[in-house]
Structures are given as structure tokens and as C-alpha cells.
């Protein structure tokens, strides 16, 4: 069975609490990743992801919405068109912030030994896209949905070759 070790990113790019989100999705756009850990002192303390950002902007726009409540006795609420320069300007307004404010604290995290199908598991339970892999307490990589794709693909690729030979 396919391991966790054999699979991860064992170059983990990885942000502090007090990284300013448009730094850290900066360090996304760079590096063509949708996540990464959080890190304070060598511990995990949470995962920052492009998630995080749209829901912050997403939150800020609603707020921003409850300044005009619908004052309709049909309860049909009429909303306001956002616009791009709107969008624009809540993304920088939540950029200025540390990571900490908008990271992910619930972090999930696995051991390289495990076997894949354990991974997927609590991917698709818990709707989590990675998973730091953490070694006697230290950060020794990253597993993602990718990841395992390309292990499964791999694994029964090897395995239709091995099972022409016979």
C-alpha cells in the first residue's frame, strides 16, 4: 500500500502568524500553490490558503452589504452590484492584515507512514486540500490532493506494467 512518504512534497513552503496575507498570496501566486502551514517557533499553528483570502473579502463585502438593508415588506432584498475596484479594494484592505487573523487554526495533520487511502479519507470527510506531514513533532513535508492524484496514477500505472509482464 502506497505511503504517505512516498507521495508528500517534502519541500514545505511555509508562512509565520504575522506574514501580511498579500505577502503570503503572494508566496501562492509564486510558487503556483493554494496553501501552505503556518509556522511559530517550529510548531504548526494554522494553514493559510486562497480560501482563507475569498472568505475574508467575501465576509467584507457582506458586511459592507448590511449597510443598506432591504427595506421591503416582500422581504425581497435588492443588492447592490460589487464591482472589480470594490473587490479591489477589500482584498487590500484584508492584505494589510497578518495571516493570523484569517488562517485556518484547525489543522489536521498526519503522519508519513500512513497509507494513502487514510489520507483520502479524512480529505473527503473533513473537505481538507492538505495536510502538513509531521514527523516526531517536526514539519517533514506537505501531502495535497495533488499529490495523492499522482501517487494513485503512478501506483496503478506500475501496476498494469507489472501485471503485462506475467
Known sequence: M???REVMTKT????TPDTLVKDAAAILA??????????DGGKIVG????ADVLKSIKTTKKDMRLIYPSISTLGIAFQEEVTQREIIE??????????KEIMSTRVVTVAPDIPINEVIVQMVQ?????LPVVDKNVLVGIITRGDVIRGLAVEHAVGEVEGNKS
Open 47 to 50: 494553514i493559510f490558503s486562497e
Open 126 to 130: 473533513k473537505s481538507i486540500n492538505r
Open 2 to 4: 502506497l505511503k504517505v
Open 90 to 99: 477589500a482584498y487590500e484592505e484584508i492584505g494589510r492584515k497578518p495571516v
Open 30 to 39: 509564486l510558487r503556483n500553490i493554494s496553501g501552505v502551514p503556518v509556522v
Open 12 to 15: 514545505v513552503t511555509t508562512v
